[in-house]
């Protein structure tokens, strides 16, 4: 069914889309439209960026993944490009400074790992802690650059009282971060990396996302609104960890549930 398009996600709604395109016959004009648009975006862009994280799978390369979706989008739907950066922009964590870095500690280019290295380097010295001069530590998605012609240009940083600082997604500036994956680094081991990219050896995209996707799937399915869809959300995780998934009857006892 039609409606039910929208409730499913990953490769089922894209196999399913694409499979109701190649069985229309006479469709209406403007049906025709709409899925001929989303058949082009799932074989220019979504197949290939599924394909690419596959086999880059590394955080490291997480903020260039999202750098060639956008390149994608703006290449095969210029016309829709701020209509899908927005939803682009929801998700956009690995946009965040923290994975930012990551991405240039890891890159080929020896000179976006240096930029990296001292970026840490002045982190570190903004002086005290974020969440002593901010409060509690937010991490929050980054605005984006649409105009950026490289993966650090995505997103705008300044620096403000030696405190580097970026722009959020709300228009608002939020403290940069050191990735918690370095703060054990010293000096000597950050200089080190100027030599040897950094791997990580963390997914990018793991199996538990994988697993989020059926959470996320019932949840939209049952309520609207984003904010109602991650309480359901999280409900749901919590619920999961306090009752048992499989009961079995010799295991059963009474007063586990009563």
């Known amino acids: 069914k039609q409606w039910y398009q929208r409730r499913v996600r990953g490769y089922n709604t894209a196999s399913r889309i694409l499979r109701y395109y190649v069985s229309m016959v006479s469709p209406q004009p403007e049906l025709k439209r709409k899925m001929t648009e989303l058949t082009r975006f799932i074989l220019n862009v979504y ?3 599924h394909k ?3 086999q880059q799978w590394d955080i490291s390369n997480g903020a260039c993944h999202v750098f ?3 390149e994608a989008m703006r290449k095969h739907f210029p016309h829709r490009l701020d209509f899908l950066l927005k939803y682009v922009e929801i998700s956009g964590f690995f946009l965040h400074t923290e994975n930012l870095i990551i991405a240039q500690l890891g890159d080929e280019d020896e000179a976006a790992r240096r930029r990296g290295v001292n970026m840490i380097k002045k982190i570190r010295s903004g002086g005290g802690k974020p969440e002593q001069r901010y409060g509690v530590r937010a991490f929050r998605v980054p605005k984006i650059n649409k105009e950026a012609t490289t993966y650090e240009q995505l997103i705008t940083l300044r620096e403000r009282d030696g ?3 970026f722009l959020g997604s709300n228009n608002k500036w939020n403290v940069a ?3 918690p994956i370095t703060s054990s680094y010293s000096e000597e081991d950050l200089d080190a990396i100027l030599e040897t990219p950094l791997k990580t ?3 990018c995209h793991s199996q538990r996302c994988e697993r ?3 959470i996320t799937t019932s949840v939209v399915g049952k309520v609207s609104g984003h904010k109602r869809q991650v309480g359901e959300g999280l409900a749901k995780v919590k619920a999961q960890q306090l009752i048992p998934q499989r009961i079995v009857r010799k295991n059963w ?3 586990d549930f009563f």
Request: charged share 35%; glycine share 8%; with cysteine.
């Open 177 to 179: 971060t050191e990735p």
């Open 68 to 70: 060639r979706e956008i």
């Open 201 to 203: 050896g963390h997914c």
């Open 253 to 255: 006892k009474r007063e």
């Open 52 to 54: 690419a994280i596959k």
């Open 47 to 49: 197949v290939p960026m």
């Open 163 to 165: 405190v580097v600082e």
């Open 212 to 214: 989020a996707v059926g």
